[in-house]
């Protein structure tokens, strides 16, 4: 079974993203950049069937500008047999990426395609479903378990209720979310061991897409700002100002 996953190069989470005078965006110049932390554990949850003998080979795709290299690299050293980077300096939005992916799955054939559940920079959260439509596949989003069977998977869902457990023929999407693993920490040996591994470099028009933006950003502006606090002296007080101030008891 060969399975693939997608790995979005994103501001690293510990950056506090400042936006633009201009109000066009966040301003991503100079600041570090990783992968997509759900994207870590899909290329974990990935390798770790190929270690367990269910996945034949790994295949991590990036989509974006030339440095998405290095988010690749680091999907190698988790433990990916090879990448695709799909290089644009293009605006990409859900909807392209997911016809790029469908594009490079039409010529891979994965039996498995593993996405996060959200990219961290534009919180769309609506790849994996836009695949999988264009695919016709099926689809079991914020995974938290993946058990492979016989030409299906089984996959625990985080839904707002609990866990829904479904089963779905295979090939499918899956995405993951927070609880599928602890993805591993990358040691230099497999850091090195991944600048063995290759990267195919394929533009959009190779695979006859057109990654155009379809939606305008308007403006992009900073959170309000929250109200100072006041120290109240005493529980009394406190429970005084939550009746008649917060009114929340
Ligand atoms: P989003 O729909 O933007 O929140 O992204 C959901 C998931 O789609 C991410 O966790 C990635 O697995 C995948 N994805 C989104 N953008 C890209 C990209 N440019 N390259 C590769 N994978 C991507």
């Known amino acids: 079974m060969k ?4 790995v979005k190069r994103v501001v690293d989470y510990n950056v506090k993203v400042r936006v633009k005078a201009d109000q066009s965006g966040v ?4 600041v570090k950049m990783s992968m997509n932390p759900f994207d870590e554990i899909a290329t974990e949850a990935a390798t770790r069937l190929k270690e367990a003998g269910q996945a034949t080979e790994v295949v991590a795709v990036s989509c974006g500008v030339p440095q998405c290299q290095e988010t ?3 999907a190698l050293a988790i433990g990916a047999d090879r ?10 939005q859900p909807l392209a990426v997911a016809k790029l992916l469908k594009a490079v799955i039409d010529k891979e054939q994965p039996q498995l395609v593993i996405l996060g559940k959200q990219a961290i920079d534009d919180d769309a959260g ?8 264009l695919l016709d596949w099926p689809q079991a989003t914020f995974a938290s378990n993946i058990e492979i069977g016989d030409g299906s998977a089984t ?6 209720g609990g866990l829904e457990v479904i089963t779905i023929p295979l090939p499918a999407i899956v995405t993951t979310d927070l609880r599928l693993n602890e993805p591993r920490y990358v040691t230099l040996p497999n850091i090195m061991k991944a600048k063995k591994k290759p990267i195919d470099t394929l ?3 190779d695979l006859g897409v057109d990654p155009s933006p379809r939606l305008k950003t308007l403006k992009v502006v ?5 109200k100072a606090g006041v120290i109240v002296p005493d529980v009394a007080t406190l429970v005084q100002k939550l009746k008649s101030e917060a009114k929340v008891i």
């Open 3 to 6: 399975v693939l996953t997608a």
């Open 27 to 30: 301003d991503i110049g100079n």
């Open 72 to 74: 690749l690299r680091t």
């Open 155 to 160: 996959v625990t869902r985080e839904v707002d």
């Open 222 to 226: 900073e959170p309000a700002a929250r």
């Open 83 to 92: 990448g695709v980077l799909v290089e644009t300096d293009a605006e990409l």
């Open 126 to 133: 609506q790849t994996g479903q836009l695949l999988a439509a």
């Open 203 to 205: 533009k959009p028009a």
